[in-house]
Nanobody
Framework: QVQLVESGGGLVQAGGSLRLSCAAS????????MGWFRQAPGKEREFLAS????????YYADSVKGRFTISRDNAKNTVYLQMNSLKPEDTAVYYC????????????WGQGTQVTVSS
């Protein structure tokens, strides 16, 4: 069973930066892709960024393009989300998710990490 554990969330002032990490365990194959999502209170879950595991191709939502960067370390089975120029509206619970090889949906999810940006 795949397990994803996020870390790196916290409280930061507007304009600051945070780097989130997501460590994957329990699988013996390469994922198709890994993604980052967030959900703010009263809002639907929002896609932020994804990266294909083998080629490293990246995709971003317009809301974070140019501010957030997704990357991966295949050897450590870890994906990162570097978040710069944070805004109060970035406050949310951030989740990582895994799309298994050969699939088109994110089937595995972490427990989430809280990011709070103060103004």
């Amino acid at each position: 069973q795949v397990q994803l554990v996020e870390s790196g969330g916290g409280l930061v002032q507007a304009g600051g930066s945070l780097r989130l990490s997501c460590a994957a365990s329990g699988r013996t194959y390469s994922a198709e892709a890994m993604g980052w999502f967030r959900q703010a209170p009263g809002k639907e879950r929002e896609f932020l960024a994804s990266i294909t595991w083998r080629a490293g191709n990246t995709y971003y939502a317009d809301s974070v393009k140019g501010r957030f960067t997704i990357s991966r370390d295949n050897a450590k089975n870890t994906v990162y989300l570097q978040m710069n120029s944070l805004k109060p509206e970035d406050t949310a619970v951030y989740y990582c998710a895994e799309m298994p090889r050969g699939y088109s949906n994110y089937d595995y999810w972490g427990q989430g990490t809280q990011v709070t940006v103060s103004s």
